[in-house]
């Protein structure tokens, strides 16, 4: 629960009488954005009528939430907990004892969602939750019967994200949050049972503040960056019998340097255990000394891609059990004799499966895993390490057969100037040469740093049922192929990343077997602006695009930055596009495709939530004025209890259906 993704501002709303944002209370209320443009739920729906046909699997089989999914086990493997979906879509909390068989409704999930959830000991569980997608969290926290809810950090318009959980103390933890100044966090020792919060970190540089932090799990600070100029990292450490904090190294956004974790037992306390690419492409685990700011052993690499992380077994003295990687698809490497016979069980039992565990008991003698591959949504197993036995806990969506579903098949191809790019191409069952499928290009957001992976991906299978493959391309720029694949996206938006589309379309049409007058575009977040800017720079490439919460204008997108990306501006003028360049701000005009819409001749559907924090509703209010000023008839879908995304239930199948009845109009 450590990582969450960085968002933004808030303006708060209620719609009295309708959840998905139609508002028709006579109460007066301030709705986000133009609430002229937003198309009519008749209108929606006239679009959705355009897909007819008889298909094995409706959206709802695709985008309805799962009715029962999430599950985790309790620190000592006696109690399951899971979400459970009710009659009105909500998706409760439930834990189980697993000796008894008896389960208990442990929280109720209401107007807002429960975002995360997770134990932090055998009677205590923390969730998080916002305000209809401001991503603002805030964290609470409940027994596992139900008793003692507790609103720990109930702090408007501040963000909290959880550091670490604690060996000695388990009803605390550590957390972050920008409570003394929006654009800053600092950590506190939190308390879950009363609430009591103790800051121990004051970050009093605000120009050059502290950007991150690195506690071990008995609470002590070990660590943290220093982010000054904007673009500078440097390290700050501490060994356990040390006094003050001391620099270890200075590198710039460019490299990484990330402590994983701690070497307890080191009694120095000067060995962590790293993750870094300083020197080097690919980022690689070393265990490092911290006092003489040197390797002492590379642990684990890999030649084509960036390692990920690593596990222990605190039961065997921290001994590592396995690292991990993302390649063409989520590899876990085994390490240690216990994990490889282990692990060897498991892939024995879930052959050609990806298997992630979810849960590791404190004596690690229960497992939970999740499996799954890009046909198999995902199954629960759980496996007895006494008794050597799995068993089958849930089939999360057991009304999607796996022989139905489509290959998700890795690809790699050459740019026009030699790069070698990756991504991923879905075929539907009836793809052949002589009956060429609709190509829907789907670009992925971030855009750096970020990528596509191989999975179950509901979207691209809804797709693949209907008839149309997808293209994902994880263009330069992407993360995990190294620190120069990233760095080529540098000052490449609307430029060499759209050449990458576009020489995945040509390599895609090279198999035969792609309708090359049936292609569309489709993308979120970034992905959104990489649709809109393809439709100015090749409108007569894409017969239909869909712009889902996509940035169209870099000089409104940088003025509506939530505080907190405010420190990060240099780096982002150094990625992106610096609007204080002469020369970078012609090519901000040139690539902002709402300065440019008059570029644009495909049809086009826009999507937005309208509580967005990071891309805010006034990005897609002005591409849709721009285009309707111009004629074009222009969709226009607007949730106003969303933000980055749509994650409500109905929302989502609403998207789905409008978005393939806007396909069916323009490929079919």
Request: glycine share 6%.
């Amino acid at each position: 629960m450590k990582q969450f993704i960085q968002s933004g501002l808030f303006i708060m709303l209620i719609s009295i009488q309708s959840i998905q944002g139609q508002t028709k209370s006579s109460t007066l209320i301030k709705l986000p954005g133009d609430t002229t443009l937003p198309s009519t739920e008749v209108q929606l729906r006239k679009i959705a009528s355009n897909e007819k046909g008889n298909f094995s699997y409706r959206v709802e089989d695709y985008f309805s939430k799962p009715q029962v999914s999430e599950f985790q086990l309790s620190p000592d493997g006696k109690f399951i907990s899971f979400r459970q979906k009710d009659e009105y879509g909500q998706r409760d909390l439930y834990v189980k004892n697993i000796k008894t068989g008896s389960t208990i409704k442990v929280l109720t999930e209401h107007k807002e969602l429960i975002r995360q959830y997770s134990w932090i000991n055998n009677n205590r569980i923390i969730y998080l939750q916002d305000k209809g997608g401001d991503e603002n969290y805030q964290l609470f926290a409940i027994n596992r019967d139900g008793t003692g809810s507790k609103a720990l950090t109930p702090f408007p318009k501040v963000r909290v994200s959880i550091l670490q959980q604690l060996k000695n103390d388990t009803n605390s933890l550590i957390i972050e949050m920008n409570l003394n100044n929006p654009e800053i966090f600092e950590p506190y020792h939190l308390n879950t049972l009363t609430g009591k919060i103790k800051n121990l970190f004051k970050n009093t540089d605000k120009k050059n503040p502290a950007s991150s932090f690195d506690f071990d799990r008995n609470g002590i600070l070990r660590a943290y960056n220093i982010r000054y100029n904007g673009t500078q990292n440097k390290l700050m450490y501490k060994a356990l019998n040390d006094k003050t904090f001391r620099p270890v190294n200075t590198s710039s956004w460019k490299d990484q340097f990330l402590i994983l974790d701690f070497d307890y037992t080191d009694p120095s306390g000067n060995n962590v255990y790293v993750l870094s690419n300083i020197d080097r492409d690919k980022s690689t685990i070393f265990l490092y000394d911290m006092k003489h700011s040197k390797v002492i052993k590379t642990l684990f690499e890999n030649k084509s891609f960036d390692a990920g992380g690593l596990a222990f077994s605190t039961q065997r003295k921290n001994t590592i059990d396995y690292y991990t990687f993302t390649g063409e698809r989520n590899e876990m490497v085994p390490a240690s004799d216990y994990f490889k016979n282990l692990y060897q069980k498991f892939n024995q039992k879930f052959r050609h499966k990806a298997i992630a565990i979810v849960s590791v008991t404190d004596n690690e003698d229960k497992y939970l895993l999740a499996v799954s591959s890009d046909r198999l949504y995902q199954t629960y197993e759980l496996y007895d390490a006494v008794k050597d036995e799995f068993t089958l806990i849930k089939d999360v969506m057991p009304q999607l057969k796996e022989n139905d579903m489509a290959t998700m098949h890795p690809i790699h191809f050459q740019t026009r100037d030699g790069l070698v790019i990756y991504g991923y191409l879905t075929l539907p069952n009836s793809a052949s040469r002589e009956n060429p499928v609709p190509l829907i290009v789907n670009p992925h957001g971030g855009p750096y740093g970020e990528r596509d992976n191989w999975r179950f991906n509901p979207e691209t299978q809804l797709f693949a049922s209907r008839g149309y493959a997808t293209l994902q391309i994880n263009y330069r720029g992407s993360g995990g192929y190294g620190k120069a694949y990233l760095l080529k996206g540098s000052k490449q938006i609307g430029r060499e990343m759209l050449n990458d589309l576009e020489d995945g379309i040509a390599f895609a049409l090279q198999q035969g077997l792609i309708n090359k007058d049936k292609i569309a575009i489709y993308g979120g977040s970034y992905g959104g602006l990489a649709t809109l800017g393809s439709l100015v720079k090749t409108p007569a490439l894409y017969k239909c695009a869909v712009d889902y919460v996509g940035v169209s204008n870099l000089f409104t997108f940088i003025n509506s930055f939530p505080p907190y990306w405010k420190p990060l501006l240099k780096q982002f003028y150094e990625q992106w596009y610096n609007p204080e360049n002469p020369q970078e701000h012609q090519i901000m005009t040139a690539v902002s495709p709402a300065l440019n819409a008059d570029q644009i001749k495909t049809p086009l559907l826009v999507v937005q939530g309208a509580n967005d924090p990071r891309v805010n509703i006034n990005e897609s209010d002005q591409m849709v004025k721009k285009l309707r000023s111009r004629g074009f008839e222009t969709p226009y879908l607007v949730r106003y209890n969303e933000g980055h995304g749509f994650y409500h239930e109905e929302n989502r199948i609403a998207l789905y259906q409008t978005m393939l009845g806007f396909f069916a109009k323009y490929l079919k």
